[in-house]
Antibody, heavy 122, light 106 residues
């Protein structure tokens, strides 16, 4: 059974940093692209970033480019999102999600975690 | 970034109705278009991938069509469990979600 468990959310001041983690199990982690998607409470979805299965291909939404960094540890089956220079508008529930097909890097998101809340406020 | 515009933003319908939601991309995205369903307090669920392919386990009353810039999601006979929010997503260049369509019971 595929499981994705996010952690690391919390309250942070504007300008601060936070690192999210997503522990993955139930599939061959190194062969699937992974993404982070966020959702502002009561609002829509925003794809934040994705990383290929091999870890060498990354992509970011313009809204976070240069501030956020996605990475993965294949030995631990963990996906990360390092968030720097946080802004109030980054407040959201952050989901990690697994691509549908292996070796594809399509950002077609088949499995999702339960999300972790990040609140940026002074 | 490629923008995707979804319409309508909300829709009221009855059980048994046929409904259609549309999604338009700001440039051609071939068939790199997916549809998701989200219920309150839950993560989104993949319904349709590559514009017209039904995800495993999704009822056949859900149908996706389109290519290029214009896409549709049709639910042929609404069931109670279909009342939810629906999102389209382009995955041609990075990924972008539409604004969502809230499907409510009339």
């Amino acid at each position: 059974e595929v499981q994705l468990l996010e952690s690391g959310g919390g309250l942070v001041q504007p300008g601060g940093s936070l690192r999210l983690s997503c522990a993955a199990s139930g599939f061959t982690f190194s062969t699937f692209a992974m993404s982070w998607v966020r959702q502002t409470p009561g609002k829509g979805l925003e794809w934040v970033s994705g990383i290929g299965g091999g870890g060498d291909r990354t992509s970011y939404a313009d809204s976070v480019k240069g501030r956020f960094a996605i990475s993965r540890d294949k030995s631990k089956n963990i996906l990360y999102l390092q968030m720097n220079r946080l802004r109030v508008e980054d407040t959201a529930v952050y989901y990690c999600a697994k691509d549908q097909a292996d070796h594809d890097d399509s950002w077609t998101l088949e499995y999702w975690g339960q999300g972790t809340l990040v609140t940026v406020s002074s | 970034d490629i923008q995707v515009t979804q319409s309508p933003s909300s829709l009221s319908a009855s059980v048994g109705d046929r409904v259609t939601i549309t999604c338009r991309a700001s440039q051609s995205i071939s068939d790199f278009l997916n549809w998701y369903q989200q219920k309150p307090g839950k993560a989104p669920k993949l319904l349709i991938y590559s514009a017209s392919n039904l995800q495993s386990g999704v009822p056949s009353r859900f149908r996706g069509s389109g290519s290029g810039t214009d896409f549709t999601l049709t639910i042929s006979s609404l069931q109670v469990e279909d009342f939810a929010t629906y999102y389209c997503q382009q995955s041609y260049s990075g990924a972008t979600f539409g604004q969502g369509t809230v499907l409510e019971i009339k």
